[in-house]
């Protein structure tokens, strides 16, 4: 018999029953039935998703291989209890699902058993919180090297999707062009209109589809916030309002408050009768991040439930509770004595942490409230995990890997002939003439220094500084500025579709620019380019650029025909397109100059 690895009250199609996850497969049994109504075997899943945070039903819906649609359950416990037991079928699926990625090739897949007929609902006995169950991260398989610009979105794309997948780069590059507006405006006007192809345009342009994949891949996380409920006016009324989320929290921030409730509710209290109850409570109170908490539980009327799980003020000089790793010295609220461990101070009153004896829960609630985010966030005990080998910790912590360059480029390595003979007669001429050249007297230099130095004081209060050479920079400085400022506040006034063609042929010019040096020069690095085009593919390619390039002396042209036509000065036209022009002719050089060398 396969044994259960998790099991949870789940209702399927609206009926209710028992949602199972074995060693083997994932099954749903119909309440009253003995045979199992849905029947997923392992190697039949393969995606999965889950209902938003906050939703009034707690859902989880499983992707088959065969049928994308797959199954939908949804945890009819309790919803503290609902997330609970999501997270565990959601933790174990997450790995079953990465495995079947993994194997290649896939598995056949297993029977899809449907849904039997309808049958009365039973109901369900609320079932006590799963408490302190963190939300595993989804694992992360490994990524390809960047290759072609068309999948390039492959290599920082979350696990499952394939590689070389044009729907997700489609995607990518549809994001990237909705959020620049005039990247978006080049597209149109050089992809869609024929000039050059889609993945020439990408071409260079990869780090912006990574940038967007790797957004896309980024998990929010979990808030610092301490957890501490507040009250809200709500229709009139002050209330402080529950939410699943806020459950979950508060059972896995103070594990006491789950034990209260798994102890009372629904036994003795119902579920309202228990949070009416707590937030009115000292424990509530001593739960709260502030000083005055303390002194507000003596306002707080006595509960005969609730007080038998207050915990004794953790005031003393030593924490009540010891923990088996102790707090990273850059979270540590407590940690005033590190300031001075290189001079050997000794401790002394001012050096003590919490010098008000209230101070010191907030400071050790605190502390473990950071490290507790801290080992969510980067997986382990920080002490542990940062500890090097030379025993310097605080240094280790000091280094950041999102501070490190990971795509350092090595630069175009130069092809020098006879480079040993080079540097061999180099190094021949410096030993020949490296004890040539005059020789400095130390001392004498060192007594001139001293004596052009005497009576400095003197000449020092002697000292006239001429005012005209300081009071002419600072003028000039004062006119650029406000001549700068004068042409900023003014708006020019070339007309507006004038001043369009303008951008347009100089953003044009320089896309073809770009692919043109494209072609000619290597690139820095062979991660950073599409595949590998053959020289005759780049020679073909740059052509192309030089044909629309020779084309742009006649756009400027028409564009200065159509300013004096509107009756603006041409040569502003001029002016601004001078520099896109230097360098389309710069190219033009370059090509003929290129061409004209025939073949040695």
Known sequence: MPSIVCSAQASYKKLPGLLELTDAHLQWTKAGDKAPSVKVAHSEAASLSRSKVGAAQVRLKVGLVSDEAGHNFTFT??????????????????????????????????????????????PVTPR??????????TPQLSRAPTSRAASVASDSRGPGTPVNDP??????????????PELAQLHRE??????????????????????????????????????????????????????????HDIFEEFPIVAKAYNDNVPSKLSEAEFWSRYFQSKLFNSHRASIRSSAAQHVVKDDPIFDKYLEKEDDDLEPRRLREERVDTFIDLGATSVDHDETGNEKDITMQ??????????????????????????????????????????????????????????GILLDMQDRQ???????????????????????????????STEGWSASLSQLKI?????DGALVSMTQNVATRLDVKSRKHDIPEALFRQMTTCQTAANEFLRQFWLAI??????????????????????????????????????????????????????????????????????????NSKGPR
């Open 128 to 137: 006590p919180p799963h408490v302190g169950t963190p939300a595993r991260p």
């Open 190 to 247: 050089l992809v869609m209109g024929g000039h050059i192809s889609e993945n020439e345009f990408w071409e260079g342009r990869e780090h912006l589809l990574l940038a967007q994949a790797a957004a896309e891949s980024q998990k929010r996380g979990k808030p610092g916030q301490l957890v501490d409920p507040r009250p809200q006016s709500v229709d009139g009324e002050v209330k402080i309002v529950i939410t699943p989320q806020l459950v």
């Open 77 to 122: 416990s309790p919803q503290a209890v609902a997330l609970a037991e999501r997270e565990k079928f959601e933790a174990e699926l997450t790995n079953i699902i990465a495995r079947n990625r993994a194997v290649a090739p896939q598995q056949p897949p297993g029977p899809t058993v449907a849904a039997a007929t309808p049958a009365p609902s039973t």
């Open 421 to 451: 003979r080079y540097f061999d007669g180099r190094a021949a001429s410096a030993g020949d003439g490296g004890s040539a050249g005059p020789r400095v007297d130390f001392q004498e230099a060192i007594r001139q220094a001293k004596s």
């Open 353 to 410: 942490a919490g010098k008000q004896r209230a101070v010191l829960p907030l400071i050790r609630k605190f502390n473990e409230h950071s490290t507790r985010l801290l080992d969510t966030a980067l997986g382990g005990p920080a002490a542990k995990r940062r500890r090097t080998d030379s025993g310097d910790e605080r240094l280790a912590q000091l280094d950041l890997e999102d501070l490190h360059d990971n795509q350092t480029s090595a």
């Open 167 to 180: 729907a997700h780069d489609f995607r990518l590059r549809k994001k990237v062009l909705l959020s620049n």
């Open 466 to 470: 001429d005012k005209k050479a300081g």
């Open 521 to 594: 020069y290597p690139p820095p690095t062979e991660s950073q380019t599409l595949a590998a085009a053959t020289p005759a593919q780049k020679a073909a390619k740059a052509a192309k650029m030089i044909g629309y390039l020779g084309k742009t002396h006649e756009k400027v042209e028409a564009l200065v025909r159509a300013a004096h036509q509107e009756g603006i000065d041409p040569a502003r036209v001029k002016v601004a397109m001078k520099p896109v022009l230097d360098a389309v002719d710069k190219a033009l050089e370059y090509w003929r100059t290129k």
